[in-house]
Nanobody, 115 residues
Framework: QVQLVESGGGLVQAGGSLRLRCAAS????????MGWYRQAPGKQRELVAA???????SYADSVKGRFTISRDNAKSTVYLQMNSLKPEDTAVYYC?????????WGQGTQVTVSS
């Protein structure tokens, strides 16, 4: 049973940076998409950033120019570098890895940005 484990969340002041890491407990083959989602209290879960198997990336408009997604396929690990954080970035961040036959989710890591 593959599990995704996120780390790197925490409390940071506005303007600060955090780097989230998501590592799979086992090897995942045929990865299609690796991504990060977030869910703020009272809001729906939204896609923050995604990277496809070919390397193309996409970002939510609200984080473009501030967040960067990267990966290490050999280790089935995905990262999210978050710079210039804003209070509205406060949410639980979830890692997601999709293959042809599976859709894996992490347990979430809290990111809190104080003003």
């Amino acid at each position: 049973q593959v599990q995704l484990v996120e780390s790197g969340g925490g409390l940071v002041q506005a303007g600060g940076s955090l780097r989230l890491r998501c590592a799979a407990s086992g090897s995942i083959v045929s990865i299609n998409v690796m991504g990060w989602y977030r869910q703020a209290p009272g809001k729906q879960r939204e896609l923050v950033a995604a990277m496809r198997s070919g390397g193309s990336t996409s970002y939510a408009d609200s984080v473009k120019g501030r967040f960067t997604i990267s990966r290490d396929n050999a280790k089935s690990t995905v990262y999210l570098q978050m710079n210039s954080l804003k209070p509205e970035d406060t949410a639980v961040y979830y890692c997601n890895i999709r293959t042809i036959g599976n859709n894996y989710w992490g347990q979430g890591t809290q990111v809190t940005v104080s003003s």
